[in-house]
């Protein structure tokens, strides 16, 4: 550590020597991020409230009204008038909480003790750690042959320990939808805690389905959800970190409380203890501004472009995974490599992400993609192709 205090001009110029090895959203050439830029609004008002700690929130009123109220509006689009949760520092955290909610129930009314969860093979690896931190048991389930989870699989493999039984709406890997009304009905009929991990597709689902598209319900309207990841930092246009989880009853924050004698308040839920406001309150401004009709807008564009995107690869001789559900698209050449392919990929500047199951270049088209970004994009393949000899 340097001695002597440095300049503010001197400490601004070094750390601009770093920022230009960053990239940059806005060129249009990261194509397998979740993320995206966020919107310049949310960043004032994100730094306008850095003080604000919502681990002692007595201090800080305004910031908890807000986040109060970020969460009935999470609510209000997820069919749920009166939802209890955070915000928190994203799809982890909210997981996270999720599955210590569902295994501390399981523990206090039905004395369950080795926690088994059912989980699809599609998962985030984010239950993964949950695993690890809250000593449970990942049940991994199989797919169908649209990269769903099998539903007769989930019933054959629940158990006396089973504690939580997880689906996805917008998996990481490929944007598919799990048939949530199936798990819902064996969430009740098995008096089992249902959470869905709509990190992802949380943010666009239902407005996709406000304008005609007809995708699947995942919602707090099925009666066996009991809790809802969301991710404002993805499809919501939040600064990072922001995630959100939802659940429909207060009991399931009630079995997570730790006391916080000396605070301001009396006992905390959340995983974090000094916890920064500013994403709540960001998510708040960009949530007004965007309003249900911007976000209709947005999620559009992002399909028309999936679109686009998934019909010209087809006309190239590319294959595609499956036909998206979501704005993912997953793809491969019969005669290049998947991993030669990314590489090259990426020497042209594309910074595309493979998923793993299956094998493919998988693209993200997040709202910072644009038309004439694919377009470049797709002359960029069509030049590799050239230079492979393949037509
Ligand atoms: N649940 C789902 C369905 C997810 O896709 C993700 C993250 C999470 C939970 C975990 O969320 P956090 O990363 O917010 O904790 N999905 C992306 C992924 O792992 C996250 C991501 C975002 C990766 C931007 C890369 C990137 O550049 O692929």
């Known amino acids: 550590m ?14 601009a020597k770093y920022k230009i090895k960053d990239s940059d959203y806005s060129h249009g050439r990261i194509l397998g991020s979740m993320c995206t830029k966020a919107d310049p609004l949310a ?11 919502l681990g002692d929130p007595g201090l800080f009123k305004g910031t908890q009204f807000l986040e109060e109220e970020v969460i009935r509006d999470i609510g209000s689009f997820l069919s749920l008038n009166n939802p209890y949760g955070n915000i928190v520092t994203g799809g982890t955290e909210a997981n996270l909480m999720a599955m210590r909610a569902a295994r501390n129930l399981a523990k206090n009314e039905k004395n369950i003790i080795n926690s088994e969860v059912i989980i699809p093979k599609s998962a985030h690896f984010s239950f993964k750690k949950a695993e690890d931190m809250l000593n449970l048991k990942l049940i991994e389930i199989d797919l169908d042959e649209n990269y769903k989870v099998n539903i007769d699989s989930v019933e054959e493999n629940l158990s006396q320990n089973t504690v939580a039984i997880v689906g996805v709406a917008g998996t990481t890997e490929l944007g ?3 048939p949530i009304e199936d798990l819902s009905k064996i ?12 990190a992802f597709g949380g943010f666009s689902i239902p407005f996709l389905n406000d304008i005609g598209y007809k995708l699947p319900n995942f919602d707090f309207s099925l009666e066996g959800v009991s809790s809802i990841t969301v991710d404002p930092h993805k499809m919501g246009l939040a ?10 009853e207060k009991k399931y924050l009630d079995v997570m409380a730790v006391e916080s004698p000396y605070l301001t308040s009396k006992e905390q839920c959340t995983i974090v203890g000094t916890r920064l406001g500013a994403p709540a309150v960001a998510t708040w401004a960009i949530m ?4 249900r009709k911007g976000y209709c807008e947005l999620a559009d564009e992002c399909m028309i472009n999936t679109r686009f995107l998934a019909d010209a690869l087809k006309k190239e001789g590319f294959e595609l995974v499956t036909s998206p559900e979501l704005n993912i698209v997953a793809f491969n050449h019969p005669k290049i490599a998947t991993d ?3 590489q090259i990929l990426e020497d042209n500047g594309w ?16 709202g910072h993609i644009n038309h004439s970004h694919l377009i470049e994009f797709l002359a960029t393949l069509r030049e590799i192709k050239n230079s492979l000899n393949i037509n």
């Open 2 to 15: 340097n001695k002597e205090p440095l300049e503010e001009k001197e400490i601004l110029k070094n750390l």
């Open 43 to 53: 960043k004032k008002v994100f730094h306008d409230f850095l003080d604000a700690n």
């Open 176 to 178: 598919m939808i799990d």
């Open 187 to 198: 969430a009740i009929d098995n008096e089992v805690y249902l959470h869905v991990d709509a």
């Open 239 to 248: 600064p990072i970190p922001s995630g959100g989880i939802l659940f429909r």
């Open 288 to 291: 007004k501004h965007m309003g």
């Open 340 to 342: 030669d392919l990314a």
């Open 351 to 366: 910074m595309v992400s493979s998923s793993s199951y299956p094998k493919a270049i998988r693209i993200v088209l997040m």
